[in-house]
């Protein structure tokens, strides 16, 4: 039986819905998965029903993450945030991470994997990162590469890939700054942006920075990553 992998959203409340682009489910389906969209609740036992329901779990892009949520003011170029998102996503990701299955944190998701393991982000690269290069080119389509990135050997990033560099897309103000516990750094973009991680404990937990889902129908490769949280997912169901 194919894993069941949960989904996040965002809310859209002037519009009145729930909703997560097409790319991620698209990714799941082709990748061998059943995914489920999760929309953004508050209830801690509603967490559970959806962590036990789930083989494994994609944390998505999308609006900056409040910098209160690790102990910092909002510089000014912080723009669209959601507190009701953030505090959701916090809460789930503690109950996905306790209960040890598997996790994918896609660019804002890889940042909330490391702001909810202690860590923090730099607010806004080009004005807190000396010498940064480009990440968030506007008008630019999903499926084009920005930039290279460098990945560590022993790491998920490279068993996946076979390569120790890769193209990537790139739509992010946001990146990890410092690093949250049981973490470690497996990417890294020319400008030492962190591009990739993935937990130190047993058990899949990986985050990257750009955008594997919408690369994924141009270059197949991409959905390997996807492949490895599937087949990460059918052992954690069958265990």
Not at 207 to 224: D, I, M, N, T
């Amino acid at each position: 039986m194919k894993p069941i992998i949960g989904i996040t959203t965002f809310e859209e409340q002037s519009k009145g819905y729930h909703t997560v682009k097409s790319t991620y489910i698209n990714a799941v389906f082709a990748a061998g998965g059943i995914p489920i969209n999760i929309p953004i609740i508050k209830d801690e036992e509603d967490y559970e029903t959806y962590v036990n329901l789930v083989d494994g779990i994609i944390f998505t892009g999308g609006l900056d993450i409040s910098p209160l949520t690790y102990g910092e003011n909002p510089v000014k170029e912080i723009n669209l945030m959601s507190s009701r998102r953030d505090e959701y996503e916090l809460g789930l990701f503690k109950k996905v991470y306790e209960m040890k299955k598997p996790i994918l944190g896609i660019c804002r998701g890889s940042q909330l994997m490391n702001v909810a393991l202690g860590g923090s982000l730099y607010q806004d690269i080009n004005t807190q990162v000396q010498e940064a290069l480009g990440h968030a080119p506007k008008s630019m389509e999903a499926d084009e590469f920005f930039h290279w990135i460098n990945i560590e050997r022993n790491s998920q990033l490279y068993e996946i890939f076979g390569k120790d560099k890769i193209q990537v897309n790139s739509f992010h103000h946001q990146a990890i700054k410092e690093l949250g516990k049981d973490l470690k750094v497996i990417a890294l973009s020319e400008d030492g942006i962190i591009e990739g991680i993935q937990g130190t404990k047993e058990g899949f937990v990986l985050g990257v920075q750009f955008h594997p889902e919408a690369l994924s129908p141009r270059y197949p490769e991409y959905l390997k990553i996807f492949e490895e949280l599937i087949t990460a997912s059918k052992k954690n169901k069958s265990s």
